[in-house]
């Protein structure tokens, strides 16, 4: 892989932001890796600008693929291209900026765009009280933004490039992925077997996040200020993304509020059907957090791969494969059919 801040890199970095930003000149003052983004690359890209719309000094991220892609994960184009449309639609997120293409560049393609304030930290978002003084407002906020996200439809040109990912065909994928491996993983199959059982007769369909959670959005004040990481977008039915902040997984610790770690679940759900217009039953909602924990499972394992794989060797790879137990052992709990678990307060 190229060093993007090697001399002759950084120039061609600058080259192109020039061109893009139609610059009499640019030059970059930090580039550096940002932590997170554990399935693609976002570094910290900041640079004055000499001439132009965007004269002075600029804080943006450039946004990469990672050494070892991810099947599920859109190309950075294809992501660049969701986040115009989110941005169109005024919903909580980056705003892009450029696309570049050309692999003479940096050797991969990458894309330019607004770096947002705020904490993203899961950890630190569920844990210390001073960034989220008004937990109820933070949980209408995200739902609120969720269901205008939700009201894109599939009828949407501009990304006619994205998978359908109903419940049956998100069965039929994660079953193929685990019928490919080596090892058996049971609790999953038994998890996919109740998916299909009790997967809804009929399924309405829009544009979804797939990886709505506490950890890919940022708070600034206490506030909603953007959403990130979209490479997992697609169509499918909304109540994937409500399943999947409610999650035991995404909750950091913070097991005791339902909601991301952040909020009791009347304080999103209240909301959410209120700006959407459609309602969460019980049942739909312990469905979709078993397809979550499954869903997560599957990424675990295909994460771990990469490291195993020697392509991309990582600690953090590494261990997040060892997380599959945990996440199998809430599949049972979800499955063994106690109300309880509806707003995930078991």
Request: with cysteine.
């Amino acid at each position: 892989m190229i060093d993007l801040n090697a001399d002759d890199t950084r120039a061609r970095i600058e080259a192109f932001l020039r061109t893009a930003a139609g610059a009499n000149a640019v030059r970059v003052t930090r580039l550096e890796r940002m932590s997170g983004g554990a399935v693609q690359e976002n570094w910290a890209l900041d640079a004055e600008v000499k001439g132009g719309a965007h004269a002075g000094a600029q804080r943006w991220v450039l946004r990469t693929d990672a050494q070892a892609r991810v099947e599920a994960s859109l190309k950075r184009g294809e992501e660049f291209q969701v986040l115009q449309v989110a941005h169109a639609a005024n919903l909580h997120a980056p705003q892009p900026l450029w696309l570049c293409d050309d692999m003479q560049v940096t050797g991969r393609e990458f894309f330019v765009m607004q770096r947002l304030p705020g904490v993203a930290s899961g950890h630190r978002v569920t844990r210390e009280a001073a960034l989220i003084p008004d937990r109820a407002r933070l949980a209408r906020e995200l739902a609120e933004n969720l269901a205008r996200l939700h009201a894109i439809r599939p009828q949407q040109s501009q990304l006619g490039f994205l998978k359908t990912m109903l419940a049956r065909d998100n069965i039929a994928h994660y079953r193929g992925y685990l019928d490919q491996l080596p090892a058996p993983h049971p609790t999953l199959e038994w998890g996919l077997r109740w998916c299909a059982v009790n997967a809804p007769a009929q399924e309405e369909t829009t544009f979804i996040h797939r990886d709505y959670r506490t950890g890919n959005y940022l708070v600034d004040h206490g506030r909603l200020a953007g959403v990130l990481d979209w490479e997992f977008a697609a169509f499918g039915n909304p109540l994937e993304d409500v399943g999947w902040i409610f999650a035991k997984c995404w909750r950091f610790g913070a097991k005791h509020r339902p909601v991301g770690g952040i909020a009791g679940a009347g304080d999103f759900l209240g909301p959410y059907q209120r700006a959407a217009g459609r309602t969460v039953t019980a049942e739909a909602l312990v469905y979709w957090q078993v397809m979550a924990h499954i869903r997560w499972s599957v990424i675990a394992l295909q994460q771990a791969q990469r490291h195993l794989s020697g392509v991309e060797p990582s600690l953090e790879l590494a261990l997040t494969g060892r997380i599959v137990a945990e996440l199998e052992h809430e599949i049972v709990a979800l499955t063994r059919g106690n109300g309880e678990w509806a707003t995930g307060n078991g």
